[in-house]
């Protein structure tokens, strides 16, 4: 029976033909050397047409099939390429794109002994490890040897005990390595917690994987409870005690594929036609929230970042983001929670998590210690790759993200070094974040930065911060009961959403399609607003000019964002003007417009009340002087005065030079200040 079967697939190997009157294998084989590689994939499909019966045979006893196609990979190879198999020896036969996928959830004891294939998301893979294949065991004692995979208690010759030693020299190891894989973010029922289950893999098949990797996992289903279990470790609760001894990890594309037939297609471009389109796809986001005021800001600052601006190269090689990142900071009750659920839900690839995080890995990434060794583990920036994080309370998160999300928000890249892992993951992920303000309630006397328990590296980071605050307003507290209240009689909302979830994802996967570019036109609208931006600030040496030039970034990702949303190749002046208009409605709250400069750097860099105060009292005090003085009036004279008034040498030091960077004074001649 045996050798029939050998016989079978090595036919298949010989003769399979595909297209172009091509022998697929032999070529495949023959190619094995000049790619080093010790292991043959075939397409479960060929074997399928070739032999129905071997293949089911295939997918029911993989362990003893997979053990026929190896010889008979191997003695082929003899045939094809002499010289390499003499050097390689036994190759493997790897299994690709079985017929269907099992879900994740579905793998269960019905499936143990059979060859299933399952997707999902890298969360954590282990260092990779040697394991003893045949270990060469020596007695101390007699110079017996003994070729074993475990080392013998005693040595079968003098019988003497805790006598073997390995030589490691004569000892034949494998790589092996187990990874974790868990539902994709898209494919969980809603409310619902992802599963995952273990995927151990050995040789060329280690190291294939990284975390935050969708992979395709071709593999037999095996229980921990099986035999051959020295490198498992014993099943915990919440994880499967099933797990999946890898054939082939196939790695997939990251890039939303959804399948959009003709007529969707159609509907998609008349729809962009729409004068009504943007208005259509903003009551689309979370339409049972009643939406005004900031809130409505809110709401199409989630809509452009869905969309998201184009992501860029630098002549010089650097990465500037295309993913637009919000903060919302609100009193309690304010539907943040809502909201961001509600976001994660559209996004093509929504994750919605807390600032805490679900796992050990929280939001970037951690080293975790197993029985066996450690383990590199994914958070949920990482599992979110390519699409849309949705971070609800991120005032709470872990300190360790709170120095590992700062690249991860500009570079995009989560990089974490310990227990001798050290790794690079790829977080390209857009950030819609909400937090609670630090003292319960938002104080619009305080800045931003000592309002929320996050630093201000952090907030410069977002395009958008919204202040939400829950202010008593008479009318829009009866329109907005009226809107809970209808709400709750029909279960309903009275807007109609205008578009489903699923037809704004194909929508939203059609329009990130677009690279859409800055005309001339839109280049100028934003220019000015930068212009007078850095308006009130002194030569670029001493301005803040980083922060500044971030928001610039920022706007234009808006308006590329509006642009894609409306199915454009061009950012026009309307894109640029509304990025410009949102930015505003942002920040007019964040930043108070009291000295009428878009006074970013004040916000951003943490000054707070007291500094502001201190700018007034030195503007007085110049006054004061300069009557006095007759218009000129020396700094040292200033700073004398300042202090008299209180402040100390840091306070005078910094007051005076926002004198100077703002433009609010400027030098008549050396060692004096006048104001302007
Ligand atoms: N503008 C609004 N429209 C409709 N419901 C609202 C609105 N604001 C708050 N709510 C309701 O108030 C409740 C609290 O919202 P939640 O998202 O948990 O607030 P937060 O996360 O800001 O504390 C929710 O049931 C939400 O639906
Ligand atoms: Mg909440
Ligand atoms: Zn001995």
């Known amino acids: 029976m045996s050798e029939k079967s050998i016989n079978i697939f090595q036919d298949f190997l010989k003769s399979f033909k595909s297209g172009y009157d091509e022998y697929k294998y032999r070529v495949r084989l023959s190619q094995l050397s000049s790619l080093s590689r010790k292991s043959l994939v075939v397409d479960f499909g060929d074997l399928l047409a070739f032999n129905e019966e071997w293949a089911e045979k295939l997918i029911e006893f993989p362990e003893e099939y997979l053990n026929y196609a190896n010889t008979a990979a191997t003695k082929q190879l003899k045939i094809e390429d002499p010289e390499y198999a003499d050097e390689v020896g036994e190759i493997?036969?790897?299994?690709?794109?079985?017929?269907?996928?099992?879900?994740?959830?579905?793998?269960?004891?019905?499936?143990?002994?059979?060859?299933?294939?399952?997707?999902?998301?890298?969360?954590?893979?282990?260092?990779?490890?040697?394991?003893?294949?045949?270990?060469?065991?020596?007695?101390?004692?007699?110079?017996?040897?003994?070729?074993?995979?475990?080392?013998?208690?005693?040595?079968?010759?003098?019988?003497?005990?805790?006598?073997?030693?390995?030589?490691?020299?004569?000892?034949?190891?494998?790589?092996?390595?187990?990874?974790?894989?868990?539902?994709?973010?898209?494919?969980?029922?809603?409310?619902?917690?992802?599963?995952?289950?273990?995927?151990?893999?050995?040789?060329?098949?280690?190291?294939?994987?990284?975390?935050?990797?969708?992979?395709?996992?071709?593999?037999?289903?095996?229980?921990?409870?099986?035999?051959?279990?020295?490198?498992?470790?014993?099943?915990?609760?919440?994880?499967?005690?099933?797990?999946?001894?890898?054939?082939?990890?196939?790695?997939?594309?990251?890039?939303?594929?959804?399948?959009?037939?003709?007529?969707?297609?159609?509907?998609?471009?008349?729809?962009?036609?729409?004068?009504?389109?943007?208005?259509?796809?903003?009551?689309?986001?979370?339409?049972?929230?009643?939406?005004?005021?900031?809130?409505?800001?809110?709401?199409?600052?989630?809509?452009?970042?869905?969309?998201?601006?184009?992501?860029?190269?630098?002549?010089?090689?650097?990465?500037?983001?295309?993913?637009?990142?919000?903060?919302?900071?609100?009193?309690?009750?304010?539907?943040?929670?809502?909201?961001l659920q509600y976001a994660s839900q559209i996004a093509p690839r929504g994750l919605y998590t807390t600032g805490r995080g679900v796992s050990a890995a929280g939001l970037t990434a951690a080293v975790i210690k197993q029985p066996d060794g450690m383990?590199?583990?994914?958070?949920?920036?990482?599992?979110?790759?390519?699409?849309?994080?949705?971070?609800?309370?991120?005032?709470?998160?872990?300190?360790?993200?709170?120095?590992?999300?700062?690249?991860?928000?500009?570079?995009?890249?989560?990089?974490?070094?310990?227990?001798?892992?050290?790794?690079?993951?790829?977080?390209?992920?857009?950030?819609?974040?909400?937090?609670n303000p630090a003292l319960g309630r938002y104080d619009p006397t305080k800045i931003v930065a000592d309002n929320i328990n996050l630093p201000v590296t952090i907030l410069s980071r977002f395009d958008l911060i919204f202040i939400l605050q829950d202010e008593p307003h008479r009318e829009l507290d009866r329109e907005m009961s009226e809107h809970i209240l209808s709400l709750h009689m029909k279960g309903s909302p009275p807007i109609e959403p205008a578009l489903s979830p699923m037809f704004l994802r194909k929508y939203i996967t059609c329009a990130k399609r677009m690279k859409p570019r800055l005309t001339e036109e839109a280049k100028s609208i934003i220019r000015e607003f930068y212009l007078k931006m850095r308006m009130a600030s002194t030569p670029a040496r001493e301005s803040p000019i980083g922060i500044i030039a971030r928001h610039l970034e920022s706007l234009v990702r808006i308006a590329e964002a509006r642009a894609r949303a409306c199915l454009r190749s061009e950012v026009i002046k309307e894109d640029a003007e509304a990025a410009i208009n949102l930015w505003r409605r942002a920040y007019d709250k964040v930043i108070g417009t009291a000295e009428g400069v878009f006074d970013v750097d004040i916000i951003m860099t943490g000054k707070s009340k007291t500094f502001r105060d201190d700018v007034g009292k030195a503007v007085d005090v110049l006054r004061e002087l300069e009557k006095k003085e007759g218009g000129l009036v020396q700094v040292a004279l200033l700073r004398k005065r300042l202090q008299e008034e209180g402040m100390d040498a840091v306070r005078i030091n910094r007051v005076i030079d926002y004198l100077f960077r703002y433009n609010l004074a400027f030098k008549p001649k050396d060692g004096y200040i006048k104001k302007l």
Do not use: W
């Not at 990465?319 to 919302?328: E, Q, V, W």
């Open 92 to 339: 493997k036969v790897r299994i690709r794109k079985l017929t269907h996928t099992v879900n994740l959830r579905d793998i269960k004891s019905d499936k143990i002994g059979r060859l299933a294939m399952v997707e999902g998301v890298v969360v954590r893979v282990s260092v990779v490890k040697p394991l003893l294949l045949v270990g060469n065991f020596r007695c101390r004692d007699c110079n017996y040897t003994m070729e074993v995979p475990r080392r013998p208690q005693k040595c079968r010759r003098c019988g003497r005990k805790l006598t073997m030693e390995l030589d490691i020299n004569r000892s034949k190891f494998i790589d092996f390595q187990e990874i974790r894989i868990q539902e994709r973010p898209e494919d969980l029922p809603p409310g619902q917690l992802p599963r995952s289950i273990d995927v151990v893999l050995r040789e060329d098949l280690t190291d294939v994987a990284r975390p935050g990797d969708r992979v395709c996992v071709v593999g037999i289903v095996k229980s921990v409870q099986e035999p051959f279990q020295r490198f498992r470790r014993r099943a915990k609760a919440g994880v499967f005690d099933l797990y999946i001894e890898g054939n082939y990890v196939d790695t997939l594309e990251k890039e939303i594929e959804l399948a959009i037939t003709p007529e969707e297609e159609k509907k998609i471009e008349e729809l962009a036609k729409d004068p009504m389109l943007l208005v259509k796809l903003k009551r689309s986001i979370a339409p049972s929230i009643y939406s005004y005021g900031v809130l409505d800001a809110v709401k199409e600052a989630i809509l452009y970042a869905l969309f998201g601006g184009v992501p860029k190269v630098t002549p010089d090689g650097m990465h500037i983001r295309g993913d637009i990142h919000i903060l919302i900071i609100g009193d309690p009750g304010t539907a943040k929670s809502q909201v």
């Open 375 to 435: 383990a590199l583990e994914a958070g949920a920036l990482v599992l979110a790759d390519k699409g849309v994080c949705c971070i609800d309370e991120i005032d709470k998160m872990r300190n360790e993200d709170r120095v590992a999300i700062h690249p991860a928000m500009e570079q995009q890249t989560v990089t974490i070094s310990k227990g001798g892992i050290v790794a690079t993951l790829n977080a390209r992920t857009t950030i819609i974040a909400a937090g």
